[in-house]
């Protein structure tokens, strides 16, 4: 007789074997962190069914390293770099294509935890109910503290039956999380289709995770741990220089989506208006970054992101491209508009 008491998410997995779990890192030039990120995944208490690795078109000999290492990591070398944003959307079109029913994402410079996989696997098939959308790791800097570039928003209007349903796997109901560390959905992931390979870099996983939470349900879990090996300890308002011009185009892009309700939108433009001031605060180079902004403005209101498929092709990517509901990734009729 089947145990009626197990969690749904587990019932089903019990009834179909365990979900075929699909890692995807994703890099760029940084061959060392790449083989220490690549080292800790295949050491997992619990390891992924398959690891795909996508080579921005690196230049120090990452490719070769992997296939060197790691002859059973599926190595995509793109044509060009075409940033974390079409990073991550070849490598979630690759794992789809593989089957995949959940795939662990993460930077070149991850380095997960022992356990990591496991404990979020755990949440999930202990999770009452559907199950989470996203799953996302507790992110620290390599002196153990938690890095606030990579901290999951936590979800601001969660039901009470959300937060218990969260805190009895021991995790938070979140909003959005980073690429550094989160288990997707795959099911979920196809209905909605693929991050916006055109954003290049910064609001790419903002806008991917809170399109796929809407919704749906997102935990932040403690107990997932993994290392944010960046160059130095800082937050996203840490001075961006010329980069600011995506922070600005990509949020206004996002905002400009159905992936957040009209008080999200309110909420998040409302932050990130106090970010930017920050931002301009702390920034030795004003001049750059109002160059940026005014650049980053006509940009964001007056274009569209290309279709992803449009950019990876432009790439090499030749897998299919999942394109998903385009009520949710295309722009609104206009700016502030509901």
Known sequence: MA?????PAARRDALRGSPRVVAVVVTYNRRPLLLESLAAVHAQSRAPDAVIVVDNASTDETA???RSHYPAVTLAELARNTGGAGGFASGLALALADGADLVWLMDDDTVPQRHALRALLEARGHHPGRPPAVLASRVIWTDGRP??????R???FASKAERA???ATGCVPIRSASFVSILVDAGVSRERGLPQADYFLWNDDFEYTTRLLRGQSGLL???SVVVHKTAAFGDTDT???PRFFYEVRNKIWTLRTRSLAPAERVLYGGSTLRRWARTFAKSRDRRALGSALVRAIA????TSPRPTEEVLASAGLTVPVVTGDASLTGPRSAPGTS
């Not at 145990?3 to 969690?7: E, L, R, S």
């Not at 890095?147 to 999951?152: E, I, L």
């Open 3 to 7: 145990d009626t008491q197990q969690p």
């Open 154 to 156: 936590v979800k601001p």
């Open 239 to 241: 001075d961006p220089g």
């Open 299 to 302: 940009a964001g209101v007056r």
């Open 147 to 152: 890095h606030p570039m990579n901290t999951p």
């Open 64 to 66: 070769a390293a992997v």
């Open 221 to 223: 879990c403690p107990a």
């Open 165 to 167: 349903a969260a805190a």
